[in-house]
Structures are given as C-alpha cells and as structure tokens.
C-alpha cells in the first residue's frame, strides 16, 4: 500500500485568489494524478502529474487554472487558480503502482470559494 | 476511451442482509482492471475489491465479492452480511494497464444506505 498524505484537508477563500494543495506520498511513485470531486458527483481526472516535465492535462482542464508541479517522485502539489464560487469541490491526489496496478489516494481536500 | 455506469443512484439495506450494486463498463482494450472503491462521509476513498479482467475467478475479500461477467462487460459488486459502517458512497472504476496509460475512469456512484 501507498500511505498519501494531503494538506490542507479544507479550506473556504475568497473568490479570485489561489490555493495550493500538497501531496507527499511515503515512497517514490511513477505516476501521480489529481481528480476533482464536484458536490454529489463522481471523480474526473484534472490532470497528471509527470516528474521532470509539464503535467499532461485532460479536455476541459487548463495548466493556467490548475498549474502542477511535481518535484520529485514523492511530491507534487495542485494549485487552483483566481477561484471562483464553481471551484468549490473536493480535491484529491491519487498515486498507482504499475506493479499490482492498485491505485491509493490521498485524503482530499474540500475546497469551498465564497 | 472507457465508460462505467452505476444505474441505482442509491439503494438500501438492513444490517445484516445481502445487497447486490451495478456496474458496466466498455472499454477496448483487452488488458484492464476493474475497481469498487468506498467513499465514506470522510471523503477517503476506499478500495474495496480489484479484478484482474484477464482472470476468470471472481474476486473476493471477505464480505464483498464480485461478480464478473467480462463477455457481458459487467462487474456487480455483493455485499453479504451488511453491516452499518458500510454506509457509504461506492463507485466502479475501471483502469486499462496498456501502454503508459494508467487513468482510473469512474461511475457516478451509488449511494449504499445501511439501516439498523
């Protein structure tokens, strides 16, 4: 298993600014991703997280709204950018290893732009 | 691309009987794995059970257990014996293992009522 540890678990802010949410996973990973979790909906994948190069994005989700960084093979952050009231979601990192092909995920962190 | 759908939005059990949750997929490529995970109200997602699609056993971890019907691309997840911490929302997933491609791709979700 993959212990994954996501901060911060929640936070309200105002509208046009930006929060940064961290992902520190306990070993090194391949292959890191970020989903968005709207109100009552299911998971859809924003983007992933590459080590060493850009973040590769899904349709509908752009690198100047959601920029990533991925440092090294334990870390990556997702910044949501100029929020607004739409933003307000759940947000979660998930890391899978090719290996046993399980995928962990981080705790989430509920957004919510006032 | 891969789709999974959940058709029962929500359902409802007594403690300690047996529930049956849906699941389909498509997908066309011919190595994948399937997935329930549970999203209880602390958000955590939770893997339940995981089938290897190139196994034909149905998997099984204590209580839960699949049934998995790769012809008819289906993929049921039972629950016997249901207890109220199983209370939760539970969502199929579906992974396909080809290439660098390791997107995990989601149901909308059932919302699992467990009542005492």
């Known amino acids: 298993s993959a212990v994954i540890s996501q901060k911060p678990s929640r936070d309200i802010c105002q509208r046009g600014t930006s929060l940064t949410i961290q992902c520190q996973v306990d070993?090194?990973?391949?292959?890191m991703f970020w989903y968005r979790q709207q109100p009552g909906q299911s998971l859809t994948l924003i983007a992933t997280?590459?080590?060493?190069?850009?973040?590769?994005?899904e349709s509908g989700f752009v690198i100047d709204k959601f920029p990533i960084s991925r440092p090294n093979l334990t870390f990556s952050t997702l910044t949501v950018s100029n929020m607004s009231p739409e933003d307000s979601s759940i947000y979660l990192c998930?890391?899978?290893?090719?290996?046993?092909?399980?995928?962990?995920f981080g705790q989430g962190t509920r957004l919510t732009v006032v | 691309a891969q789709t999974v759908t959940q058709s029962q939005p929500e359902m409802s059990v007594q403690e300690a009987e047996t529930v049956t949750l849906s699941c389909t997929y498509d997908?066309?490529?011919?190595?994948?794995?399937l997935f329930w995970y549970k999203q209880p109200p602390s958000r955590q997602m939770i893997l339940v059970i995981r089938?290897?699609?190139?196994?034909?056993q149905n998997a099984t971890e204590n209580r839960f257990s699949v049934n998995f019907q790769k012809a008819a691309k289906s993929f049921s997840l039972k629950i016997s014996d249901s207890q109220l911490g199983d209370t939760a929302m539970y969502f199929c997933?579906?992974?396909?293992?080809?290439?660098?491609?390791?997107?995990?791709?989601f149901g909308k979700g059932t919302l699992l009522t467990v009542n005492p």
């Open positions: 998930s890391v899978v290893r090719p290996l046993n092909t399980e995928a962990f």
């Open positions: 070993s090194q990973v391949t292959m």
């Open positions: 997280a590459n080590q060493g190069s850009e973040a590769t994005y």
């Open positions: 997908t066309s490529e011919n190595n994948y794995y």
């Open positions: 089938q290897e699609a190139y196994k034909q």
């Open positions: 997933a579906s992974l396909n293992s080809g290439g660098s491609n390791y997107k995990l791709t």
